[in-house]
């Protein structure tokens, strides 16, 4: 979509040397209200900006004559003449009006950003400025705790810990992208949102596409999309600097730059931050950084290069393990309780941690090649170091362990190393250690698109990636020891290992992508359809060098192929200038997550591992008049055949796994949310989500054999119209953001969260009698925010302070079903109590 260059020109644009100031407020002409995020550029130039939360805008100009040009995805483009005297002129408010024919800019087509009323599917956008606003010290997925099927938690409480779900599926099922760029693991799916925990210091939007969505990707998600953009260059010359304080020892400072665009066409951007606390959990203690580039080149006037790499390094306390509603009543820590730590040498100590750091690289290329094509590319690299702390040997850690200085309190380190020094020549019976997930990654995504007819614009892309992970366990504390004994290696299986040695694994996993797309669009007045074919080609290759000698052939596997495709195809129809109607209908096929295809942990090749399949369809209305923006959708999707295998004994007592295919979900609900603005100081925000997600059937008489086809145990699985668990499956919220003075804001959001049933993995539903899983207690919470923005000394400053769940509500945020499916035997974590932040930004 050629629309789409121009919103990202547009936010890597930036002023060049000012003669004087124009300023201004950009209104919504249906709601009547400021329009954040609206571009605004001086006529004939790249020098711009955008209107901030409330509209307005401030842009230095090289002339005390001219014109600006005002845009917005989905408005007409309004032109407005300015005239300087005195060194500034302000242009008051300038009203845009919706017009679906007249989308003058477009989101870069591999960011797969849906515009309003026009792409049908399922969408919510945040921008810069209300994450900055709610962030704090929350987890960056929280921003997205008030969006209708979206369910965000803290799971185990350690920095960037955070759980995301949407529709009832897990984050693996969730695509999440970075300006277009997938970081979904690639074996797994999942999303460690540790790596990307100083991104909100970054993000210009952030948007949530449920259901098949309008990503243009080889292979979508199932749940749907969320894409972060970040900032390109500034739009203004200077930068800013800020600090925040919070609960339990959160501290943050940092600082952002900009040279603007200079006059040829080059500029760049650089920020920094550094995070670090206590953590609210016990033995949660954290220090990260963040560090952002973006360099940015015109070359004539069809070509433009940017550059952009960031990163987040970090080290953080985890409480990897749930506990017994009963357990944290006992502990004096109450909710905080958290068994994964303890003293050594009077230090603070992890036995769970987490250590990472996942660079990202990209180069974009966005090429006008003519008025009607227009080729957008992007190459990106990765590079991931880091992993999770444990320990191995003999298990001290009991919660009434005698290496505690007492029931649930923290671990004696010391005792440990005593006895590690009294064994002298037979090694640590207890160590530390840190399983490592160390990756390359490299890809690249280009689309290209061009206008067929006036009304037509076809889309055609590739998408490569090239993955490989390198999993190993390393040895991180001897804890006193003069060794740890290890006979994992064939090739070495007396290893006496020291700090930093191999043991227990070490294995490589290769994943090769390689899809395209062609996408054909059609914009005719109110009406607007799309169809999209896509294919790809995931490719598994293992190498195990610990189970297999250097010289056995199977050592290293042969790559498996695994064939899916998507089939998609969806329209919007806006029948007055309020009301319009949307649907989309899809089919696809995803490969098997890695550990699917290769069993038992070595290079078992599952001969029977089969493509996920998804059906998901949608409708959906909107609604738009100067008071109100709602929407309505109900949509309904079909997993089948979901990846599941089942572990066992064989005759000879070595572990075995299996495949086990036939386990389906099914995924429907209703989704709604508003926005009322009364007037223009007042906003109120509402959402609604009604969902049903349930297994759909038994799954029975599945037969287990060996690798001598002889049968070894036969599968019943009584899990058919079983709740799915792991998310709330009704969710409802109330906002109101309110300006009661001058520059003075004050926002309070109310979450409620219901019909939630714990987590559970369906090969424990063998009994046909089993009751429901057990459900959790539904609960709410309510945060408040005040924004305050004034002038310090001419520099324009900000203060912000958020107190979230500010009736210390306590309550279940996570569980796993037990035995008894009932509250004795669940496992749970529990969300946050009162926690809050104090903030201040200085722009220069």
């Known amino acids: ?69 005002i845009s917005f995805v989905g408005y ?10 005195g060194g500034t002129k302000d242009l008051g408010s300038i009203i845009l009006s919706p017009d679906a024919d007249a989308l003058d800019e477009v989101v870069v087509t591999s960011f797969s950003l849906a515009i309003d009323r026009k792409t049908p599917v399922a969408v919510s956008t945040i921008s810069a400025a209300e994450i900055e606003t709610k962030i704090g010290n929350q987890e960056f997925p929280e921003v997205l705790k008030s969006t209708p099927g979206v369910y965000a938690n803290k799971a185990g409480g350690g920095f960037g810990d955070a759980e995301l779900r949407m529709r009832g599926f897990e984050g693996e099922n969730i695509a999440v992208m970075i300006n277009g760029v997938p970081v979904n693991d690639m074996e797994n799916g999942r999303v460690y949102w540790s790596n990307w925990a100083g991104l909100s210091d970054v993000t210009r939007t952030m948007q949530t596409q449920r259901g098949l969505g309008a990503a243009k990707v080889a292979v979508p998600s199932i749940g749907g999309t969320v894409n972060i953009v970040t900032k390109s260059t500034d739009a203004e010359k200077g930068g800013n600097i800020y600090a925040a304080t919070g609960n339990d020892g959160y501290t943050k400072f940092g600082a952002t730059v900009s040279t603007g665009r200079t006059e040829n066409g080059l500029a760049a951007t650089v920020s920094a931050s550094r995070t670090v606390g206590d953590g609210y959990v016990d033995g949660t203690e954290f220090i990260g950084y963040n560090y952002f580039v973006n360099i940015a080149k015109e070359f004539g006037e069809n070509h433009e290069l940017s550059f952009t790499a960031f990163g987040a390094p970090q080290r953080h306390g985890q409480r990897q393990n749930r506990y017994l509603i009963e357990t944290y009543r006992e502990s004096e820590r109450g909710i905080k309780f958290n068994g994964d730590w303890g003293y050594l040498n009077g230090q603070v100590t992890h036995i769970e941690d987490n250590f990472y750091h996942k660079p990202q690289m990209s180069l974009n ?25 444990g320990w191995a040997g003999t298990n001290k850690f009991g919660l009434d362990s005698e290496y505690r200085d007492g029931y649930l309190q923290p671990v004696n380190l010391d005792l440990i190393v005593d006895e590690n020094i009294a064994n002298g020549a037979q090694g640590s019976e207890t160590i530390l250690r840190a399983s490592r997930n160390d990756h390359n990654w490299f890809g690249a995504l280009s689309t290209l698109s061009t206008d067929i007819t006036e009304d037509i614009e076809l889309l055609a892309g590739v998408d490569l990636r090239y993955y ?4 190993f366990q390393e040895v991180t504390d001897l804890l006193g020891g003069q060794y740890w004994y290890d006979d994992s290696n064939a090739n070495d299986p007396v290893n006496l290992a020291q700090v930093g040695d191999k043991i227990s694994y070490w294995n490589d996993g290769i994943v090769l992508w390689e899809g395209g797309f062609l996408q054909a669009e059609y914009t005719k007045s109110d009406f607007d359809a ?66 699917a295809v290769f069993l038992n942990f070595q290079n078992d090749v599952n001969s029977d591992a089969k493509n996920q399949k998804i059906f998901s369809a949608e409708v959906g209305y909107t609604f738009r008049t100067d008071k ?13 055949d979901r990846s599941l295998t089942y572990s066992y004994n064989n005759p000879d007592g070595s572990l075995g796994v299996a495949n086990i295919l036939g386990v389906n979900a099914l995924h429907q609900g209703i989704e709604v949310d508003f926005e009322y603005r009364p007037f223009e100081e007042l906003s109120i925000t509402g959402f609604a989500s009604l969902g049903d997600y349930t297994w759909a059937d038994d799954v029975t008489g599945v037969q287990i054999f060996d690798e001598e086809q002889n049968l070894v145990d036969e599968i019943n699985l009584y899990i058919g119209d079983t709740k799915v668990g792991g998310t709330p499956q009704t969710t409802a919220g109330l906002g109101v953001d309110y300006e009661f003075l001058s520059e003075m804001r004050l926002r309070a959001n109310y979450n409620f969260y219901g019909d939630f049933y714990s987590d559970f993995d369906p090969v424990s539903r063998t009994n046909p009698d089993a009751p429901e899983v057990w459900q959790v207690p539904d609960f709410g919470t309510l945060d408040v925010g005040l924004s305050y923005d004034f002038s310090v000394a001419g520099f324009d400053t900000a203060l912000n302070a958020n107190v979230y769940n500010i009736t210390n509500t306590e309550y279940i945020a996570n569980a796993q079903n037990g035995l008894g499916n009932n509250a004795r035997t669940a496992l749970v974590w529990y969300g946050f109590g009162r926690t809050y932040t104090v903030g201040a930004k200085l722009n220069f």
Do not use: C
Request: charged share 20%.
């Open 1 to 69: 979509m050629r629309k789409l260059l121009l919103l990202a020109m547009l936010l890597t644009s930036a002023t060049i040397f000012a003669q004087g100031t124009i300023t201004g407020k950009v209104m919504d002409s249906e709601m009547d209200g400021p329009l954040p995020g609206a571009n605004v550029k001086v006529t004939g130039t790249s020098n711009g900006t955008m209107t901030d939360f409330d509209g307005n805008f401030s842009l230095d100009v090289s002339k005390a004559e001219g014109s600006i040009e």
């Open 76 to 85: 007409e483009t309004k032109k407005v003449k300015f005239s300087i005297s």
């Open 365 to 389: 290329h966005y090429w006008d090649i003519n008025e009607n094509t227009l080729l957008s590319t992007a190459v990106y690299a990765s590079f991931g170091t880091g992993g999770g702390g």
């Open 468 to 471: 490989k992970g390198k999993h």
């Open 530 to 595: 799309f169809i999209s074919l896509a294919a790809s080609n995931t490719s598994y290759k293992r190498v195990d060098y610990f189970n297999y000698l250097d010289s056995d052939p199977a050592q290293e596997t042969d790559y498996v192929n695994f064939f899916g495709y998507q089939v998609k195809g969806g329209a919007n129809y806006n029948f007055t200038k309020s009301s319009g109607v949307f649907a989309n209908i899809g089919y696809f096929e995803k490969a098997p997550f890695f550990d």
């Open 628 to 640: 109100w923006r709602a929407n309505v959708n109900a949509y309904r999707t079909n997993w089948n």
